[in-house]
């Protein structure tokens, strides 16, 4: 039926028909070229560098993946991979110098089920981290949960024999 109707008009209407939709089509296929160069100008912001690192290691453990590269390094990473390593969920890790934020190579051993961050940074006292073991570990018998204290960053049991509290950090099990 429209067909029938398009060829009733005459021929000089037509061709506008068909000229005007063509000009929408281009000046909306422009318009949206613009809005694609503006999205790339954008720049992702790492929020947390710490839920990066824990996050692509998870992954990696979960991929059987023998070793992981973890940008940029901070200081609470490296501790956070020290009592890791204490522990035996992670093999030796080497922090690499680019003159820029610093790379970090770890090795796996295929022992780490799962590692995550908790945010905010929740405060803590002594008598309240038998709570937090319950409600983030799996089991009593293994797993830590990592404590930014006045004392330094440690595990819940260390910061159980120091008899003292801090923030939250996170956890691996």
């Given at each position: 039926?429209?067909?029938?109707?398009?060829?009733?008009?005459?021929?000089?209407?037509?061709?506008?028909?068909?000229?005007?939709?063509?000009?929408?089509?281009?000046?909306?296929?422009?318009?949206?070229?613009?809005?694609?160069?503006?999205?790339?100008?954008?720049?992702?912001?790492?929020?947390?560098?710490l839920a990066d690192c824990l996050k692509t290691i998870t992954n990696a453990e979960k991929r059987g993946k023998?070793?992981?590269l973890i940008r940029p390094s901070s200081k609470v990473i490296v501790k956070f991979l020290q009592c890791m390593?204490?522990?035996?969920?992670?093999?030796?890790?080497?922090?690499?110098?680019?003159?820029?934020?610093?790379?970090?190579?770890?090795?796996?051993?295929?022992?780490?089920?799962?590692?995550?961050?908790?945010?905010?940074?929740?405060?803590?006292?002594?008598?309240?981290i038998e709570k937090w073991v319950v409600n983030l570990l799996p089991s009593r018998q293994f797993g830590q949960?990592?404590?930014?204290?006045?004392?330094?960053?440690?595990?819940?049991?260390?910061?159980?024999?120091?008899?003292?509290?801090?923030?939250?950090?996170?956890?691996?099990?």
């Amino acid at each position: 039926q429209y067909q029938s109707n398009q060829s009733s008009l005459p021929t000089s209407s037509r061709h506008d028909l068909q000229f005007t939709t063509h000009s929408i089509r281009s000046s909306s296929l422009s318009s949206s070229s613009n809005l694609t160069n503006k999205n790339n100008n954008r720049k992702m912001v790492r929020m947390s560098v710490l839920a990066d690192c824990l996050k692509t290691i998870t992954n990696a453990e979960k991929r059987g993946k023998r070793q992981v590269l973890i940008r940029p390094s901070s200081k609470v990473i490296v501790k956070f991979l020290q009592c890791m390593q204490q522990h035996g969920y992670i093999g030796e890790f080497e922090i690499v110098d680019d003159h820029r934020a610093q790379k970090i190579v770890v090795e796996l051993n295929g022992r780490l089920n799962k590692c995550g961050v908790i945010s905010p940074r929740f405060d803590v006292a002594v008598h309240e981290i038998e709570k937090w073991v319950v409600n983030l570990l799996p089991s009593r018998q293994f797993g830590q949960i990592i404590l930014s204290t006045t004392y330094g960053i440690m595990t819940h049991e260390e910061a159980r024999r120091k008899k003292t509290g801090g923030k939250v950090l996170g956890f691996f099990y």
